[in-house]
């Protein structure tokens, strides 16, 4: 009896759970257009060489040779996630978190420096490291 009663508590809190993820992603994605119309200009920057590969109504997959952007809405937020290899700096991973009505022009920017800062880095290690063998 014990165990009947266990498993119609977790049905019931997953089908709770569900219901307010659904209501989240119905206000701050489904009622804007989905995610393509809502997160338009941050998809368009991050297409440069990516493709949609994977759609639902609270996330959205780019991918290319290289790296691969997912695009998350857990409750109120946007979350991207950054996995991929770019030449100069090898393995790049990165997680962005944005409330939903944050500025995709800002999220960008972020995503820019972020890079820009990689870069730097790098460059740094390089101009610091007297046996270094690359030559630029």
Known sequence: MFWIILIVIIIAVILVVNKDRNASTKLNVTNYGGMRVKYAELINYLKQGAKIDRETKDSLRLSSSSMVWNLDVIGDNIEIRMNGFLPVLGNVRHKWA?????????????????????????????ENDPKNNLNF
């Open 98 to 126: 944005y409330p939903h009505n944050f500025s995709q022009t800002k999220i960008i920017q972020d995503i820019d420096n972020y890079i820009s800062w990689q870069l730097e880095k790098f460059y740094k290690t390089i």
